[in-house]
C-alpha cells in the first residue's frame, strides 16, 4: 500500500459504543440484504471497532475475498486510513475521500469511498456503511492525459528548435532524447531502408541510447524483421518479445516523410515485455514523426540550395552575369554582360572610363577596398550592396589577375534575400502556429482534468480538437509543399464532373463561413460540366481559395463562386469583398512564404504556402490562375481548367 497507515489506537471508540456494536445482530438490523448484496454497488459493513462485520458480493469480487475471510479483519489492512477516519468524523456526517484497496492478491485498486454511521433506535451508533467505487479507468485517463500533455509540450519544443536552428542536424539527437525519455524507452532513432537493390540496406542516420544500453544495436534490431516492416499497411508497426526472440526487447516503429525515395522510421526500442500505447498517445508520436520528417525535408532543401550555390559560383568565374576587369586605379578595362542583366551597357559606351564615373564613390570604394590606387593583393569580397538607379541588390566579388589588374564579379542576388527573409518570415510564423494550438492544448487537457460541468467538458473537448486540427493542417501543408516542389507528389488527369468537387468544397468551408457570418454563393451552370483533372487535388485547390475569400471577407458579406465554360476551357471565379491585393504584391502571391504587408498589418492569420500549392497543383494540371484585384473593395482568383473531349 502507497499510503501511511494510520495505528488503529488512533480511531479507538469508546468501550460503551463498543460494547454496543457487540450485541447488534447484522440480521436484524440489515433486512434490507436482498437489495445489500443485489446492489452495484461494492459495500461494506464496518463495526465501531474499525473491523469488517460484512460485504456485499460486489465489494467480494473487487477485494477477491471469501465473506468469512473478511469478517473480523481491520480494515487497515485492506484501506489506507488517515485521521479523516474516525469516530467524530462519522457522526459529524457523510465522508468522501479517495483511498487505495488491498486486495487478497496484493495488488492494489484506487477507491472513492463515501461513509455513513448508521443508527439503532435509542440514536446510538450501531455500525459504519462503506461504499467504495472503482476508480481505476478515471486513474488511467488521467495518467494518459498527463502523457499526451508532455508529448505535445516535446512537439512543441521540438519544432520551435528544429525550425529556428540554422543546423538542424545537431538538433535532431536532442529531440530523440526528449522523446525517448518521455516516452519511457531506452532508445529513439532515425532509421533509413534503401530498397534499390534486392537486399534491403538500413542505415542509422540520428539515434539516442541511453548510457546502460550503449551495447545496443539498432541495425540488429531491426534486420530480422525488414521484410515485415516494408509489407506493414497500417501506418505502424510494432514487434513482440516473441517474434524478436528476446526476453525483454520489444520495439514500435511509426513512418516519417521523405523526399529521398527511402523509407525513413522512428523507432522507439522498450525494455518492457510489450509496449502499451494508447491511439492519442500513437498520434502524437505520428506528429512528432511528421515534424522530423518536415525538418529532414527542409534540412534536405537547404542542402540542396548550398549545393546549388556552389556550383554556381564556380560556374560565375567563368561565365558570370557581369564581368567588370579593372586596374588598381579602378579604370574599366573590359566588361562583358548578358544584355539581359539589369546593370547591362554596351562594352564601347562604358570601356576606358572609371567605375566610379558610373557608380557612386561610395559603392566603389568599397568594392575595391584598399586596392584602389594601390595595387591588388587578395580577394574581396562586398556581401550587398544597392545602386541609386536599380531597386535589386548586388553581391561584388573581386579577384586580383595581378598586383596592377582584377576581375569583379557582380551578382544579383536579390531573389536570394528576399527568399532568405520570406524563411525568416515563415520560420517565425510556423513556430508561432505549431506552438499556439500545442499550448492551448496542454491548457484544455488541464481543464479537463480537473474536470467540470458537462456542458463545460464539451466545450473544452470541442475546442481542443479544433486547435489540434489546426496544428495538423499546418502540417499538412508543408508536407505537401515538399512533395510538390520535390515533384514526389503525382496527379491524375482524368476526366471528371467539376461541380461535385465544387460543392463538397464549399461544404468543407461552410462552418468556418457560418461562423463569420459570411455566405458562400454557388452559381452553377446546372449541368454536368466535364474537365480533366485530379478530383482530390482540384479539392485543395478549390477549399484553400474559398478559406481565403472568407476569412478575408468582413461579416455579412457574400462569396461568389461562378462557373463559366468555352469551347475548350472551364473557369471557376471566386470573388470576394474584403481588403484587397496592393498592385505591387499581385506579382509575388504565388511565390512560397510571400504575404502581402496589408494581410500582416491586419493581422490576419496564416503561413504563406497556401496559393503556392494552389498553383502548383493548377500548373501540374496543365491549367492556369489568374488574379483580379481592387485595394479595399475585393479580389476575384480564376482557374482555368482544361476541358474533357
Not at 205 to 219: A, G, L, N
Not at 243 to 260: A, C, D, W
Not at 266 to 280: C, I, P, R, T, V
Not at 618 to 625: C, F, S, T, Y
Request: proline share 4%.
Amino acid at each position: 500500500m502507497n499510503e501511511k497507515t494510520i495505528p488503529l489506537s488512533q480511531h479507538a471508540p469508546s468501550q460503551k459504543l463498543l460494547a454496543k456494536a457487540r450485541n447488534i445482530e447484522l440480521g436484524k438490523n440489515l433486512n434490507y440484504r436482498a437489495l445489500f448484496d443485489q446492489t452495484n454497488e461494492c459495500v461494506f459493513i464496518i463495526g465501531l471497532d474499525l473491523t469488517y462485520i460484512a460485504a456485499n458480493q460486489q465489494a467480494l469480487r473487487l477485494l477477491r475475498y471469501e465473506e468469512k475471510e473478511l469478517v473480523g479483519m481491520p480494515v487497515s489492512n485492506v484501506m489506507s486510513l488517515d485521521e479523516q477516519l474516525t469516530n467524530d468524523s462519522l457522526v459529524e456526517g457523510p465522508n468522501l475521500y479517495e483511498r487505495i484497496l488491498k486486495r487478497k492478491d496484493g495488488t492494489t485498486v484506487p477507491v472513492e469511498v463515501s461513509t455513513s454511521l448508521v443508527y439503532q433506535t435509542g440514536s446510538e451508533p450501531a455500525y459504519i456503511q462503506s461504499i467504495a467505487r472503482d476508480i481505476s479507468e478515471r486513474k488511467n485517463a488521467e495518467e494518459t492525459l498527463k502523457k499526451q500533455a508532455r508529448i505535445l509540450s516535446l512537439i512543441s519544443d521540438a519544432t520551435a528548435r528544429l525550425l529556428q536552428s540554422p543546423n538542424i542536424e545537431s538538433r535532431i539527437p536532442e529531440v530523440l532524447e526528449s522523446l525517448g525519455r518521455t516516452m519511457n524507452v531506452f532508445c529513439c532513432a532515425i532509421v533509413e531502408i534503401t530498397t534499390f537493390s534486392s537486399e534491403p540496406s538500413i542505415k542509422v542516420p540520428y539515434q539516442w541510447i541511453k548510457k546502460e544500453r550503449s551495447d545496443f544495436k539498432v541495425i540488429d534490431a531491426i534486420a530480422p524483421r525488414v521484410s515485415s516492416i516494408l509489407n506493414e499497411t497500417g501506418g505502424f508497426f510494432q514487434s513482440t518479445t516473441d517474434e524478436m526472440n528476446s526476453e525483454n526487447l520489444t520495439f514500435g516503429l511509426v513512418p516519417i516523410q521523405n523526399t529521398r525515395g527511402l523509407w525513413s522510421i522512428l523507432g522507439l526500442f522498450a525494455d518492457h515485455h510489450n509496449l502499451s500505447w494508447s491511439a492519442s498517445e500513437r498520434e502524437a508520436i505520428q506528429t512528432a514523426a511528421n515534424l522530423i520528417g518536415s525538418a529532414l525535408q527542409r534540412n534536405d532543401y537547404e542542402e540542396a540550395i548550398r549545393l546549388s550555390e556552389a556550383r554556381n559560383r564556380i560556374i560565375l568565374s567563368a561565365l558570370p552575369d557581369l564581368l567588370i576587369r579593372v586596374d588598381f586605379n579602378g579604370t574599366i578595362l573590359d566588361y562583358s554582360a548578358n544584355p539581359g542583366h539589369p546593370l547591362y551597357v554596351q562594352r564601347d559606351v562604358i570601356a576606358g572610363r572609371r567605375l566610379s564615373e558610373t557608380w557612386p564613390e561610395d559603392v566603389v570604394q568599397k568594392i575595391m577596398g584598399e586596392s584602389l590606387g594601390r595595387g591588388f593583393e587578395a580577394p574581396q569580397v562586398l556581401e550587398k550592396f544597392t545602386l541609386p538607379f536599380s531597386k535589386d541588390e548586388y553581391e561584388a566579388r573581386l579577384h586580383p589577375i595581378s598586383s596592377g589588374e582584377a576581375l569583379i564579379v557582380i551578382r544579383d542576388i536579390t531573389e536570394r534575400v528576399q527568399l532568405d527573409q520570406m524563411k525568416s518570415d515563415f520560420i517565425n510564423r510556423a513556430s508561432h502556429e505549431l506552438r499556439t494550438p500545442v499550448t492551448s492544448a496542454i491548457m484544455l487537457a488541464e481543464l479537463i482534468q480537473e474536470g467540470g460541468t458537462q456542458e463545460e467538458l464539451d466545450e473544452y473537448w470541442h475546442t481542443l480538437k479544433s486547435e489540434l486540427n489546426r496544428q495538423k493542417i499546418l502540417i499538412d501543408r508543408l508536407l505537401m509543399a515538399g512533395r510538390l516542389e520535390s515533384g514526389t507528389m503525382k496527379l491524375e488527369n482524368v476526366p471528371l464532373d467539376l461541380v461535385p468537387s465544387l460543392v463538397d468544397s464549399v461544404q468543407a468551408v461552410k462552418p468556418i463561413a457560418k461562423r463569420r457570418n459570411v455566405v458562400i454563393q454557388l452559381n452553377s451552370l446546372h449541368k454536368a460540366t466535364r474537365i480533366v483533372g485530379d478530383r482530390s487535388a482540384l479539392e485543395q485547390v478549390f477549399i484553400n481559395l474559398i478559406h481565403n475569400a472568407v476569412k478575408f471577407s468582413p461579416e455579412g458579406k457574400t462569396v461568389n463562386i461562378d462557373l463559366s465554360e468555352r469551347e475548350s476551357e472551364v473557369s471557376v471565379s471566386i470573388s470576394d469583398h474584403g481588403l484587397g491585393i496592393p498592385p505591387e504584391a499581385a506579382s509575388h502571391l504565388f511565390e512560397r512564404f510571400y504575404r502581402a504587408k496589408n494581410v500582416t498589418i491586419a493581422e490576419i492569420p496564416g503561413s504563406g504556402i497556401g496559393l503556392y500549392i494552389v498553383k502548383s497543383i493548377v500548373d501540374e494540371l496543365g491549367g492556369k490562375i489568374t488574379v483580379e484585384s481592387v485595394l479595399n473593395q475585393g479580389t476575384t482568383f480564376t482557374v482555368t481548367l482544361k476541358k474533357a473531349e
